[in-house]
């Protein structure tokens, strides 16, 4: 079946620590991928987007992804945590054959930073 | 401000109760999705309208839902006889290809 799974349901780090959120998608062509983030109460936040070209993309507030076809994966990375980070970020993705870029989102990461 | 906006940011109504909320979408986007996000999972798909056209509605959206977005600008999601299920954020989306950039949401509480 069509999915979006991010593994993790909760992922905490130390501040200034590093960070790997994982994404695995499972579709037949590539897709368009995303990851949102989004703080309690609020609405969903671009970070990064892939369509095609140079699979390391870079993106707002530090972060960036790697998309690797052999993996079917789209990882967010960030070198260096800061506490404002703390907040919850989905993975998502257009289908390739999805004319009306209807999203599919995982069940999202929340992600703690310790002090 | 020329982002996605949505009205009312919260609304608590009773069951059977009528409801309904606005979304503005960006001003040139003739593209716009409802999701509809409960606690601790991602958002869902609603509905999507390209300009004034409602193109796609999800399994999720019962007889009790209606959307419309008269004229290709704003959109309004109306739930009828809502049902404590009904509790949810709905989300409003607005894009002109596959990017879609999001309101903050409305957070509906049945009681």
């Known amino acids: 079946a069509q999915s979006v799974t991010q593994p993790d349901i909760h992922i905490t780090v130390s501040e200034g620590a590093s960070l790997e959120l994982r994404c695995n998608y499972s579709?037949?062509?590539?897709?368009?991928l995303f990851w949102y983030v989004q703080s309690p109460g609020q609405g969903l936040q671009l970070l990064l987007k892939?369509?095609?070209?140079?699979?390391l993309v870079q993106g707002i507030k530090g972060f960036e992804a790697e998309f690797k076809r052999s993996q079917s994966s789209f990882n967010l990375r960030k070198p260096s945590v800061h506490w404002s980070d703390a907040a919850e970020y989905f993975c998502?993705?257009?289908?390739?054959?999805?004319?009306?870029?209807?999203?599919?989102f995982g069940k999202g990461t929340r992600l703690h930073i310790l002090p | 401000d020329t982002g996605v906006s949505q009205n009312p940011r919260h609304k608590i109504t009773k069951r059977g109760q009528n409801v309904t909320f606005r979304c503005d979408p960006i001003s040139e986007h003739n593209r716009l999705y409802w999701y509809r996000q409960t606690l601790g999972q991602g958002p869902e798909f609603l509905t999507y309208?390209?300009?004034?056209?409602?193109?796609?509605k999800s399994r999720l959206l019962s007889d009790r839902f209606s959307a419309e977005r008269p004229k290709g600008s704003f959109s309004t999601l109306e739930i009828q006889r809502t049902e404590q299920g009904d509790s949810a954020m709905y989300l409003c989306a607005s894009s002109l290809g596959p990017e879609q950039y999001f309101g903050p949401g409305t957070r509906l509480t049945v009681t």
């Open positions: 892939y369509f095609s070209g140079d699979t």
């Open positions: 579709y037949g062509a590539t897709p368009y």
């Open positions: 309208f390209q300009n004034e056209a409602q193109l796609e």
């Open positions: 998502a993705v257009v289908p390739a054959s999805n004319r009306d870029d209807k999203i599919i």
